[in-house]
C-alpha cells in the first residue's frame, strides 16, 4: 500500500479503464484498531501490507456501491461494518452501525453526510478536522482541482451543491481531500473546496 500524506494513513488503487481514473481505499492505522474506508481488492503485496499493519477492525462503506471487497475483510479479519444510516433499509449487507451527519465511529473519525448524490446519504468521512475523505460526490478527474459527480448522475443537483457549501461552512481546518475517485488532493484542500463552491454556486 501506498504511505499518503499523514505517517498512520495508507491507500491503495485500482484503475479503471472505462473512466480513465484511480478508485482508491484509505487505512487508518490507530492503536484500538484500524479503519478501511471503501475496501477495493487487494494485490497479494498489498493484503500482506495489511495483515502486518494489523489487519482491520472496522470497514466503512460510503454508499451501497462502494460495497467493494468489504465481506473478504469480514471473514479475513472479523471486522466489523458501518454504513450510512439513509441506506439501512436496502443496503446489501448487514452493518454492525449506521452513520449520519456528526456521528464518531470511533474518536477523531466524524461521519458527514452529502446529499444529492446516486445514493442517499452518502457520507464522507472527516479525519481530525483536516484530511476529508470522500466516496463518489466530490472527485478528482483532473489534478489539482475537485468536481462533483457529472449532474446526469445526480439525483439532486441543489442538494448536492449544497453540500458542498456547507462543507466549506463548517470545517475551515480541511487540508486534504481524498477522493474516492480520481486524484486526491494533500494539500490545498479547503482551496479546492472553495474552488469548486465557486464553480457551483457562480
Not at 487505512?27 to 482491520?56: C, F, K, M, Y
Not at 472527516?126 to 462533483?148: A, P
Not at 487540508?175 to 457551483?200: I, N, T, Y
Amino acid at each position: 500500500m501506498k504511505a499518503l500524506h499523514r505517517k498512520e494513513l495508507y491507500g491503495w488503487s485500482v484503475f479503471d479503464e472505462a473512466r480513465n481514473l484511480d478508485f482508491h481505499s484509505v487505512l487508518w492505522v490507530r492503536p484500538e484498531g484500524n479503519v478501511v474506508i471503501d475496501p477495493l481488492p487487494q494485490s497479494t503485496h498489498d493484503a500482506a501490507h495489511l495483515r502486518a499493519l494489523g489487519g482491520v477492525a472496522w470497514v466503512v462503506v460510503t454508499n451501497s456501491e462502494h460495497v467493494r471487497n468489504t465481506r473478504e475483510l469480514v471473514s479475513t479479519f472479523g471486522a466489523k461494518v458501518a454504513g450510512p444510516r439513509a441506506e439501512a433499509d436496502t443496503f446489501p449487507l448487514r452493518c454492525d452501525r449506521w452513520l449520519a451527519t456528526d456521528d464518531e465511529l470511533v474518536p477523531g473519525l466524524r461521519a458527514l453526510e452529502l446529499h444529492g448524490s446516486k445514493t442517499p446519504g452518502e457520507l464522507a468521512l472527516l479525519l481530525e478536522d483536516t484530511t476529508l475523505v470522500t466516496g463518489d460526490l466530490i472527485r478528482g478527474h483532473v489534478g489539482g482541482r475537485l468536481n462533483l459527480l457529472p449532474e446526469a448522475k445526480l439525483k439532486d443537483a441543489a442538494k448536492a451543491r449544497a453540500s458542498v457549501r456547507e462543507l466549506v461552512a463548517r470545517w475551515p481546518r480541511i487540508d486534504a481531500v481524498l477522493v474516492g475517485d480520481g486524484w486526491p488532493v494533500f494539500r490545498g484542500g479547503r482551496a479546492a473546496l472553495e474552488e469548486l463552491s465557486r464553480q457551483l454556486h457562480g
